[in-house]
């Protein structure tokens, strides 16, 4: 699948997203490497901090339904540049994503970036650090 064919499908997410706060849409599609693609939008709350991006409804939902090898997302709003992803969502990404895992970042123009998230969260704290016996 290509990055124009992923962000079509986080383009058709995002109509979906639930955002009676910020008005702003934002969608998202998540590629497994089984080929499968998990689609997310994101969802707010009346309360604001329980809102989710639509980077982590898609990681969520493919999550729970077994998927947890991906190789690609694209994620699009209606920016004048390309939507760049929360700091929440990047930490998130770091514990699924291997660093060399193409990220696409979009908006409703049609502009695409492709990036990383080794680009996106240099020096990410992963399971990695958490393993370093004897020193806590
Ligand atoms: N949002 C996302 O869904 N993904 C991003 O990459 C940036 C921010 C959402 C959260 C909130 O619903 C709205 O955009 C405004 O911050």
Do not use: W
């Not at 290509?2 to 910020?22: C, D, F, N, Q």
């Not at 994101?42 to 077994?66: D, L, Q």
């Amino acid at each position: 699948m290509t990055g124009k064919e992923l962000m079509e499908i986080a383009i058709k997410a995002r109509e979906r997203a639930y955002v009676p706060y910020s008005n702003y849409k934002v969608g998202a599609a998540l590629l497994d490497r089984e080929g499968r693609v998990f689609s997310g939008c994101n969802i707010e709350n009346a309360a604001y901090g329980p809102t989710n991006c639509a980077e982590r409804t898609a990681i969520f939902k493919a999550v729970s339904e077994g998927s947890t090898q991906f190789s690609a997302i694209a994620v699009v709003a209606d920016s004048s540049e390309a939507v760049t992803p929360c700091g929440v969502c990047r930490q998130v990404m770091a514990e699924f994503f291997d660093p060399d895992t193409i990220i696409y970042l979009g908006n409703l123009d049609g502009k695409i970036v492709e990036t990383t998230l080794e680009k996106l969260l240099p020096h990410a704290f992963t399971s990695k650090d958490l393993t370093m016996e004897g020193r806590h």
